[in-house]
């Protein structure tokens, strides 16, 4: 298959932003359809990926991106037909190279030819490799097989890195990028198993060391799927168990405070508010103040009393209509209220609204109300969408996000029953579509 060869310079400079040493790239482009997107591995925030702009004649592209001391960069390149990425390795005193990007359908490398890229560009090529043939062949591959595949992920690296005498943090980042593909390959194989019935024979534990040996690093908290490993391998148990198993076991502080984020988190979309609240806000309450977390997670916690049945409306959302007037649902208050949370780019929300219209035609002057809630970021898609559907009667758009929320409302479509002083009296109730609906409906006294 041909090559593609993206001709890369990179020089250091100490321009924006103010104070930070930043490198300015020049990519020589292939074709016009070719998007490249470059960060440094130490930083995942949205502002950190730059892409690079095409000049005039989609010859070159340029950017500019903040310098890793570390030296490792993530390239991301992308057209209609595939997508790659690929670390490379730059030290933060060496003051300008050239290099040239392969990609050849299947795999991707450079032709830097130091030591450190040599091994970064085996192993990444040696992974795609693997992961393709996972993907196409793991029904057809034995446990045995599958088991020296996986295993090959770790030994691979840990042979590269004890070859190469590379420094201390790609030698980290190779450890860490093994174990997550490793990992990765596993769960994927696993899941192919049991959907053809068979079991692998062998256990994650079997073919990766302790998590905490690999991960905890700063330099995890670069990978996106670390977290959701490090929790994995934490004990079950409650909130404060797996908290304390945590502190126990991890040391980083990068680590300790994301996984404690998302423990937390998660203890807050997962709890059953209708039962036991006094309870959960006191056990929030005591870790909040344990591990001197934001109180945000207490506001936010006392927010979801929302989704008790007997409570009002959420106060202070804005509901607005498609003139964008402002309206207080307290206007409904004397008729029961059936609310539907949706959006224009849910599909199912939208094939309930046939059934929406019926209902709303049944009901007609009865003691039984419908209003429609939009939770588009835009207003226009609301609009837009309200039209191609022929919406009629009470539509809303939530402009400002807050009531899901609040809500704790997950997913969509989502159906919830007012009663007459606008206290909730279902959270869960069925869809227009449902069988049970119009029986429940015409109950409501």
Known sequence: MKSTYITIALA???????????????????????????????DTSREALVELTADESHRNAKGQVNVNPDGLYYLFVSNSNAQYSLPFYIPADKPASEFSLILDGTTTATSLSDNVNSALNTYTTSQTQNSKILGAKAESLSPEQIRSMLTGCITEADSLIGLGHLPTAVADFMRIQAYIAASDAYRFADYMAMRAKRQLGFGSADILPAASTVLDTPMAASFPTAPQIIIASLPQGTLEERLAALDNIYKTPEIKGRIRELLVSSFIDSFDYANDFANGEARLKAVVEQYSLPQTYLTIFRARLATIPGTPFPAGVTLVDNEGNKVDFSKFKGKFVYVDLWASWCGPCCKEVPYLQELEKDFENSDVVFVSISIDSAKEPWLKKMGQLNMHGNQLWNSDGELPKQLNIRGIPHFLIYDREGKLLDYDAPRPSSEKIKALLQSLK
């Open 12 to 42: 250091m400079c100490t321009a924006i932003p103010a104070g930070a040493a930043t490198l300015d790239l020049t990519v020589g482009m292939p074709a016009e359809d070719l998007r490249m997107f470059v960060r440094p591995v130490n």
